[in-house]
């Protein structure tokens, strides 16, 4: 719990999120960061009262100021893409509209990128990506090569330094699946990535990891996604042919194990 002049932008998504908005927003609120919060959510077109909730929600607390961007429907990529060209902040983190950060994330984050100035961007666990062989609190280094096989950076677990926005740009808005795999690829292509084994958000409000609603519910077109940021990163010479190969055989077992569990729920 620190006063400090930072400026932290949060960037929020939002797509008929009428029944988890409050919650996310609550969350950032409640961090027990003190700095300066420059949130930004961005309505992509939504069609329940997700844009009338955001209107009338106040954070009665002057660190925290609330920007509410309207635009059509566009996606995921495109919502985030408006935020990054809206956010101020020294540093970036991303929420989902349907997650909930737990009170003191940005704390420990912030925490351990000044103890460790060489990490670029920060990811943390959560209740699907947690390594329980491993003490709490382990700091990984994530490069293209880890990430080809497993991706470690959840958009709601992740902060980054703004000189990450500022040589990366945005999110490709003509991938509908897996974009933050392939923005996560690029960004660990050039700059310090670290996974901290440290479980910070409460995801999806409790839904399963994929199978159950929203992009990754279509896990075929989520096949596709990642076997596209494959391909992407063995055109751009960031991995070699016989890593491609395995990274492909390897997103092929996932994929069928991912239907067998869908329909083992069913």
Same mark, same amino acid.
């Given at each position: 719990?620190?006063? !400090?002049?930072?400026?932290?932008?949060?960037?929020?998504?939002?797509?008929?999120?009428?029944?988890?908005?409050?919650?996310?927003?609550?969350?950032?609120?409640?961090?027990?960061?003190?700095?300066?919060?420059?949130?930004?959510?961005?309505?992509?077109?939504?069609?329940?009262?997700?844009?009338?909730?955001?209107?009338?929600?106040?954070?009665?607390?002057?660190?925290?100021?609330?920007?509410?961007?309207?635009?059509?429907?566009?996606?995921?990529?495109?919502?985030?893409?408006?935020?990054?060209?809206?956010?101020?902040?020294?540093?970036?983190?991303?929420?989902?509209?349907?997650?909930?950060?737990?009170?003191?994330?940005?704390?420990?984050? !912030?925490?351990?990128?000044?103890?460790?100035?060489?990490?670029?961007?920060?990811?943390?666990?959560?209740?699907?990506?947690?390594?329980?062989?491993?003490?709490?609190?382990?700091?990984?280094?994530?490069?293209?090569?880890?990430?080809?096989?497993?991706?470690?950076?959840?958009?709601? !677990?992740?902060?980054?330094?703004?000189?990450?926005?500022?040589?990366?740009?945005?999110?490709?808005?003509?991938?509908?699946?897996?974009?933050?795999?392939?923005?996560?690829?690029?960004?660990?292509?050039?700059?310090?990535?670290?996974?901290?084994?440290?479980?910070?958000?409460?995801?999806?409000?409790?839904?399963?990891?994929?199978?159950?609603?929203?992009?990754?519910?279509?896990?075929?077109?989520?096949?596709?996604?990642?076997?596209?940021?494959?391909?992407?990163?063995?055109?751009?010479?960031?991995? !070699?042919?016989?890593?491609?190969?395995?990274?492909?055989?390897?997103?092929?077992?996932?994929?069928?194990?991912?239907?067998?569990?869908?329909?083992?729920?069913?």
């Amino acid at each position: 719990m620190r006063d !400090t002049s930072i400026l932290i932008s949060v960037i929020i998504p939002m797509y008929n999120s009428a029944g988890t908005i409050i919650k996310a927003l609550d969350s950032v609120k409640a961090q027990t960061f003190k700095c300066y919060y420059d949130v930004i959510v961005v309505n992509d077109g939504s069609m329940d009262n997700s844009q009338e909730l955001v209107e009338n929600y106040k954070f009665d607390d002057d660190r925290l100021n609330l920007t509410l961007i309207n635009q059509k429907n566009g996606g995921v990529s495109k919502a985030r893409n408006a935020g990054l060209k809206n956010a101020k902040g020294d540093l970036i983190a991303f929420l989902d509209s349907d997650d909930q950060w737990f009170p003191d994330k940005l704390e420990k984050q !912030t925490k351990l990128l000044e103890l460790n100035p060489q990490i670029d961007l920060l990811g943390c666990a959560f209740d699907g990506l947690y390594f329980s062989n491993i003490p709490d609190g382990s700091l990984l280094k994530i490069d293209v090569n880890k990430l080809i096989f497993k991706n470690y950076f959840q958009p709601s !677990t992740v902060i980054m330094r703004r000189k990450v926005f500022e040589e990366i740009g945005y999110f490709d808005e003509n991938q509908k699946y897996a974009e933050d795999i392939n923005y996560f690829i690029c960004v660990a292509s050039k700059f310090n990535c670290y996974f901290c084994n440290l479980i910070v958000i409460n995801y999806g409000d409790g839904k399963a990891g994929f199978g159950d609603s929203g992009l990754s519910a279509n896990l075929k077109e989520m096949h596709r996604g990642v076997n596209k940021n494959l391909k992407f990163a063995y055109e751009n010479q960031l991995i !070699t042919l016989k890593q491609y190969i395995l990274a492909r055989m390897w997103e092929s077992i996932k994929y069928v194990r991912r239907i067998v569990i869908v329909r083992m729920k069913k």
